[in-house]
């Protein structure tokens, strides 16, 4: 599933041509539910695995097997782990 997004251009307040609804809501969450099946069902397959490359950039590479996996620090801030 591609996803769209449900807004074409989000804008904080005062602008109220965004507002936050019910359908906005479900539509992210749907995204969200998709994605990790995805990923899900890929991470079953061992079809792939995320790596770091020489500067430290992490990268998936469908064609290896193994690798790390990716894990938020306690700001929420993305790592990757196990590499």
């Given at each position: 599933m591609a996803y769209s997004k449900f807004h074409s251009q989000w804008r904080d307040r005062p602008n109220y041509?965004?507002?936050?609804?019910?359908?906005?809501?479900d539509h992210?969450?749907?995204g969200i539910?998709?994605?990790?099946?995805?990923?899900?069902a890929g991470a079953g397959g061992g079809g792939g695995g995320i790596f770091l490359d020489s500067d430290g950039v992490p990268y998936f590479d469908t064609s290896a097997t193994g690798g790390g996996s990716i894990a938020l620090?306690?700001?929420?801030?993305?790592?990757?782990?196990?590499?």
């Open positions: 041509t965004t507002p936050v609804t019910a359908a906005a809501l992210i969450e749907e539910v998709e994605a990790h099946r995805l990923a899900e620090d306690v700001d929420g801030v993305p790592y990757v782990t196990g590499v």
